[in-house]
């Protein structure tokens, strides 16, 4: 019988059918619209570690610019990557630039693997109950 054609042993052939755990990398700081709204023209360094936390990137070349990157790979194999970069002007802040940032409730969302629209059909049930009582 030809090598390819052989089926797997009965125990490899069992084992096949499962896949193994893959678990969720997350790097990074994760920074919110919520957050980022509560940057303000002027604050201090200071202000802005105390609002988003020590940058991810802090290079001693560009002592002005701090870099937030936040990368999330679900394991799924889905990935979500984010940057928010920070510039100071005589240690105050300048102004800032960023890739599209998600909600808290977004991201809550996204990491307990559940989609906004099932959380609405969730809340719809969870009202009609109530109303039934």
């Keep these: 019988m030809d090598s390819k054609n052989t089926p797997p042993p009965a125990p490899k052939r069992w084992f096949g059918i499962f896949t193994p755990y893959k678990i969720d990398i997350q790097q990074g700081n994760f920074v919110s619209q919520e957050m980022a709204s509560k940057l303000r023209e002027g604050m201090t360094k200071e202000q802005v570690r105390f609002l988003l936390g020590a940058p991810l990137l802090n290079d001693m070349f560009h002592a002005e610019r701090w870099d937030y990157i936040f990368r999330l ?25 960023s890739t599209p940032l998600p909600n808290e409730a977004e991201y809550l969302l996204h990491m307990s693997g559940k989609t906004p629209k099932q959380e609405k059909d969730k809340a719809q049930k969870k009202d009609q109950d109530k109303n039934k009582s």
Aim: positive net charge; hydrophobic residues 40%.
């Design 73 to 97: 790979l679900k394991g799924d194999g889905t990935l979500t990557a984010n940057r928010l970069t920070v510039f100071f002007s005589d240690n105050r802040l300048a102004r800032f630039e």
